[in-house]
Nanobody, 115 residues
Framework: QVQLVESGGGLVQAGGSLRLSCAVS????????MDWHRQVPGKQREFVAR???????NYAGSVKGRFTISRDNAKNSVYLQMNSLNSEDTAVYYC?????????WGQGTHVTVSS
């Protein structure tokens, strides 16, 4: 069974930075797109960032210029560097990918930004 394990969340002051990691239990080199999403309690889960196997990236407008997604196929990991954090970034962050008709999600890591 495929597992995605996020880590790196925590409490940070506004203006600070965090780096999230997502470790995948299988070889991610063949996975085209890996995503980060986030969810605030009571709200819909929203897209944050995506990176393709060729390194192309895409970001939600609210994080563009502040967040950077990257991947290390050798480590089967995806990362999200988050800078200039603000209170609206407080959420549970999830790693996700879709392959061969199946969708895979991690359990999430909590990020809390204090103002």
């Amino acid at each position: 069974q495929v597992q995605l394990v996020e880590s790196g969340g925590g409490l940070v002051q506004a203006g600070g930075s965090l780096r999230l990691s997502c470790a995948v239990s299988e070889n991610i080199a063949s996975i085209n797109a890996m995503d980060w999403h986030r969810q605030v309690p009571g709200k819909q889960r929203e897209f944050v960032a995506r990176i393709t196997s060729s390194g192309l990236t895409n970001y939600a407008g609210s994080v563009k210029g502040r967040f950077t997604i990257s991947r290390d196929n050798a480590k089967n990991s995806v990362y999200l560097q988050m800078n200039s954090l603000n209170s609206e970034d407080t959420a549970v962050y999830y790693c996700r990918y879709y392959q061969l008709g199946n969708e895979f999600w991690g359990q999430g890591t909590h990020v809390t930004v204090s103002s």
